[in-house]
């Protein structure tokens, strides 16, 4: 089984920056997608990046022009850049394989990493 696991969250002031780093355990990037999918404090997870094996990608028009998704396949890890940060994006961060075209996540959730922007 491929294992997803979740790294770079923080904690930090409006306006700053963080890149998560999703580490894969194998290498699945030639056969799937792989998504970046957050959930905040009282509310349901939704997606927020993803990006095909052949490098499309899609974002929340929320995130859009912030937010940046990128893979190494050398290193079978997925990257979120994270600029101009909001408080509105303070939220529980998750990695997961995922069907490109629908964006519907395959797998079990991991722990994700936390993100907190506050001054």
């Known amino acids: 089984q491929v294992q997803l696991v979740e790294s770079g969250g923080g904690l930090v002031q409006p306006g700053g920056s963080l890149r998560l780093s999703c580490a894969a355990s194998a290498s699945i990037f030639s056969i799937n997608a792989i998504g970046w999918y957050r959930q905040a404090p009282g509310k349901e997870r939704e997606l927020v990046a993803i990006i095909s094996s052949g490098g499309s990608t899609k974002y929340a028009d929320s995130v859009k022009g912030r937010f940046t998704i990128s893979r190494d396949n050398a290193k079978n890890t997925v990257y979120l850049q994270m600029n101009s940060l909001k408080p509105e994006d303070t939220a529980v961060y998750y990695c997961?394989?995922?069907?490109?075209?629908?964006?519907?996540?395959?797998?079990?959730w991991g722990q994700g990493t936390q993100v907190t922007v506050s001054s």
């Open positions: 997961m394989r995922g069907y490109y075209s629908s964006t519907y996540p395959v797998g079990s």
